[in-house]
C-alpha cells in the first residue's frame, strides 16, 4: 500500500511539472509559429502591394510621356496608332487609347471596342481629372460592358485640355494579383478604399 502511494506521489510530483511544462511549451511554440505565418504574410502581401503600385506608377509615367512628347495634333494625325502599337508590342499591357476632349466627347480612340464619338462628361473619373492631373479608377464595366479600368492623364493645351485615356488589360493585371497565391489553397483579393 505504501508502494503504491510513494509511486503515485512520485509520478503525479514528476508528472504535473512536465505536463505543465509541455503544455506552456506548446502554447509558447503554437504562439511564435502563428506570429511567423502571419509576418510573412503580411511582408508578402506589403512587397506584392508596393510592386502593384509600381506598376501603376510606371503606367501613369508612360502615359504622362506620350502626353509630353506628342503634341494634340501630333496625337490626331496618326502618332496615337504607332504610340499605342509600340507600348503594346510583347507585354499586352493595354486594351485600347484614346483621346477626350474637355467636354468629354472621345475625339480619337484605338482599340477594340467602337467607343469614338461617346461622351464621358458624367463619368466620374471624367469629373474628377477636371481638378487633378492623373486618374487611376477601381474596375468598372463602362460602356463597353466589361470589366476594367484606366488610367488617365490631364495635358493642357492653352485655356483648354484634353485627356490621354488608356484602359489596362484586366487579365493581364489578373495575373499581377495571383502571383502572390500562397500554395494550392491561397487567394489573393485587391480590394478598393471601401472593402470591395
Not at 30 to 58: G, P, T
Not at 67 to 94: D, K, M
Not at 178 to 196: I, K, P, Q, Y
Amino acid at each position: 500500500k505504501l508502494h503504491r502511494r510513494l509511486l503515485r506521489a512520485l509520478l503525479l510530483t514528476c508528472l504535473i511539472p512536465l505536463l505543465l511544462v509541455g503544455g506552456a511549451g506548446y502554447l509558447q511554440f503554437r504562439r511564435y509559429a502563428e506570429s511567423m505565418v502571419l509576418d510573412q504574410q503580411e511582408r508578402l502581401v506589403s512587397n506584392h502591394r508596393d510592386f502593384i503600385e509600381s506598376f501603376l506608377q510606371n503606367r501613369r509615367a508612360e502615359l504622362q510621356a506620350v502626353a509630353n512628347r506628342y503634341t494634340l495634333e501630333q496625337l490626331l494625325h496618326g502618332e496615337l496608332e504607332r504610340v499605342f502599337r509600340v507600348i503594346q508590342q510583347g507585354s499586352g499591357i493595354y486594351t485600347d487609347i484614346g483621346i477626350i476632349d474637355d467636354a468629354g466627347r472621345h475625339v480619337l480612340y484605338v482599340g477594340p471596342y467602337n467607343l469614338q464619338g461617346r461622351n464621358y462628361r458624367d463619368a466620374d473619373w471624367f469629373k474628377v481629372l477636371a481638378h487633378q492631373d492623373v486618374y487611376v479608377s477601381d474596375l468598372f464595366m463602362g460602356y463597353r460592358a466589361v470589366p476594367h479600368f484606366i488610367i488617365a492623364v490631364k495635358r493642357q493645351t492653352g485655356d483648354r485640355y484634353y485627356i490621354l485615356r488608356a484602359s489596362l488589360s484586366t487579365d493581364y493585371f489578373s495575373e499581377i494579383v495571383e502571383r502572390v497565391r500562397v500554395g494550392r489553397t491561397g487567394e489573393a483579393f485587391l480590394l478598393d478604399r471601401n472593402g470591395l
